[in-house]
């Protein structure tokens, strides 16, 4: 953590990148509300996403996603490394994502999530029991209190619903550090994690660590009810007395237009 402690508070010159790359990432997360509708593939969502950030000079490495009306895995997409045709979104389907925005070298995350129609309300659920985790994260992202009293109070209201997470519900950008899965259930939980051989959980490393202003966060609370999962989520950067937000429509449930 030492290196850590040297690198993650930013220069004023540094977080004007920093910002410059949410908006970015702000930009590609409309792209991809504006364009998932029924009979869309998801290559075409990627497409749009990818586009928007080259297009306004960014960079972005890949794109996490996946949808379905029960869609509970993480990573890329199947047909990125699998021989077959991309997923068709459908109505009823939740569209999640994990979007990577670069400028300058300096990243910014969101995690933007849109509702297809009429969804399962255990999705509508966990959406906004995600958003009460971001809403209490960002007041508690203050310089001085441990990293580990951020996660604390971060993953009380997904312990309170009675839920479970499939990723951390934050960490550290710029650089990469300190990552708050907390102690809520995982996807261990799952019966159908008994078939696979190492489905154990994320570590939580940077608990102690003091919170300095300038400290960028990637916020990605996500709660699922069964087999339904719901994540929001952006970049928040150190403050004062409380989180700054560096984005706002990937911090709650967009909705599909069409």
Not at 59 to 82: C, D, H, K, N, V
Request: net charge negative; charged share 20%.
């Amino acid at each position: 953590m030492d290196f850590f402690k040297l690198a993650a508070p930013k220069s004023d010159e540094e977080l004007a990148l920093v910002r410059y790359a949410a908006h970015i990432g702000e930009a590609m997360s409309e792209a991809m509300r504006i364009t998932v509708k029924p009979g869309v593939s998801e290559a075409e969502v990627a497409a749009a996403i990818t586009s928007t950030c080259i297009a306004m000079g960014g960079f972005t490495a890949e794109i996490l996603m996946g949808s379905g009306p029960e869609y509970i895995g993480w990573g890329p997409p199947a047909w990125q490394y699998r021989s077959q045709v991309p997923r068709i979104i459908q109505e009823g389907d939740i569209v999640l994502s994990e979007i990577f925005a670069l400028y300058g070298m300096y990243e910014t995350q969101h995690q933007a999530a849109v509702a297809v129609g009429n969804i399962h309300p255990e999705l509508e659920r966990a959406a906004l029991v995600a958003r009460e985790c971001y809403e209490i994260g960002v007041g508690a992202l203050k310089e001085g209190i441990t990293f580990g009293e951020v996660v604390d109070a971060m993953e009380r209201p997904l312990l309170e619903a009675g839920g479970w997470h499939v990723h951390p519900l934050v960490h550290s950008i710029n650089p990469y550090g300190p990552i708050g899965f907390g102690t809520a259930p995982g996807i261990e939980l799952l019966p159908q994690a008994g078939r696979y051989g190492n489905v154990g959980r994320l570590p939580n490393p940077g608990r102690d660590l003091i919170l300095q202003e300038g400290m960028c966060f990637a916020f990605e609370p996500n709660c699922a009810f069964g087999n339904h999962l719901a994540n929001i989520g952006g970049t928040v950067i150190v403050g004062k007395n409380e989180g700054i937000e560096l984005n706002s429509n990937s911090t709650q449930l967009m909705r599909a237009e069409y």
